[in-house]
C-alpha cells in the first residue's frame, strides 16, 4: 500500500524550531518528487515546498525561504522538513505529499499539526 | 506575489452541473501551467482529482471533468451528487519548481 505517515509536530514557541518527518512506503521513494503543503486552522491549502528525487533541488514558497528547509534521506526512504525562525502564522496542519509525473501531487499523509504560541 | 482565484462558494441541486474556475491574477491560466484539482472534506487530507488540465485520477468518476475555459482552467461536476459536497482547491505550477493552490471553492449541494 502507498502510504505517507508524517510526525514530529507539536507545540513550539515564538522563534523556535521544530523538524518535521515523513515515512514513505510502497513505492520508489527514490524516483520520487517530494513535497509539503500547509493548511492553517479553517484556511486553504499553502504549497510550501519541493524536493527533487535526488535531493539536487529545491524550491520554497517565499513565506518560508530561509527559514524552512526541506530535505530527504532516500536510503531511509524518509522527506524531512526543518523550520526555524517560527512564527504565529506557521500554526498549521502540515501535509507532505508525492509529486506523480504529472505535475500534480497523487499522494498525501494524513497530516502533522504544528502550533506556534 | 501570485494570486490564484476561486469563486468562495457555489451550489448545485442533486444531478445538477456546477463549473468550478480557477484564475491568476497575473495573467491567463495555460496548459502550461499544469492545473490540477482537488476534494477536500473536513478532517480529510485532500484527494487528487485531476492532473494535468484534464487527466482523472484513478477511482475518480466521470462525472468530474477539468478544461480550460477563456483565461481560466476549471473544473465541472455534471449530475452532481450528495457526497460531492466538499471543497475543492486547484494547483497551478508557476515554473522554477514553484506551485500555487487557489483560494479554494466550497460546494453545496442542495
Known amino acids: 500500500e502507498v502510504q505517507l505517515v508524517e510526525s514530529g509536530g507539536g507545540l513550539v514557541q515564538p522563534g523556535g524550531s521544530l523538524r518535521l518527518s515523513c515515512a514513505a512506503s510502497?513505492?520508489?521513494?527514490?524516483?520520487?518528487?517530494m513535497t509539503w503543503v500547509r493548511q492553517a486552522p479553517g484556511r486553504g491549502l499553502e504549497w510550501m515546498a519541493l524536493?527533487?528525487?535526488?535531493?539536487?533541488?529545491?524550491a520554497y514558497v517565499d513565506s518560508v525561504k530561509g527559514r524552512f528547509t526541506i530535505s530527504r534521506d532516500n536510503a531511509e526512504n524518509s522527506l524531512y522538513l526543518q523550520m526555524n525562525s517560527l512564527r504565529a502564522e506557521d500554526t498549521a496542519l502540515y501535509y507532505c505529499?508525492?509529486?506523480?509525473?504529472?505535475?500534480?501531487?497523487?499522494?498525501w499523509g494524513q497530516g502533522t499539526t504544528v502550533a506556534v504560541s | 506575489q501570485t494570486v490564484v482565484t476561486q469563486e468562495p462558494s457555489l451550489s448545485v441541486s442533486p444531478g445538477g452541473t456546477v463549473t468550478l474556475t480557477c484564475g491568476l491574477n497575473?495573467?491567463?491560466?495555460?496548459?502550461?501551467?499544469?492545473p490540477s484539482w482537488y476534494q477536500q472534506t473536513p478532517g480529510q487530507p485532500p484527494r487528487t482529482l485531476i492532473s494535468?488540465?484534464?487527466t482523472r485520477s484513478s477511482g475518480v468518476p466521470d462525472r468530474f471533468s477539468g478544461s480550460i475555459l477563456g483565461n481560466k482552467a476549471a473544473l465541472t461536476i455534471t449530475g452532481a451528487q450528495a457526497d460531492d459536497e466538499s471543497d475543492y482547491y486547484c494547483?497551478?505550477?508557476?515554473?522554477?519548481?514553484?506551485?500555487?493552490f487557489g483560494t479554494g471553492t466550497k460546494v453545496i449541494v442542495l
Open positions: 505529499g508525492r509529486f506523480g509525473l504529472a505535475y500534480a501531487m497523487d499522494v
Open positions: 510502497g513505492f520508489t521513494f527514490s524516483n520520487s518528487w
Open positions: 524536493i527533487k528525487p535526488d535531493g539536487s533541488g529545491t
Open positions: 497575473s495573467g491567463s491560466v495555460s496548459t502550461n501551467n499544469y
Open positions: 494535468t488540465t484534464n
Open positions: 494547483m497551478l505550477s508557476m515554473g522554477s519548481g514553484i506551485f500555487v
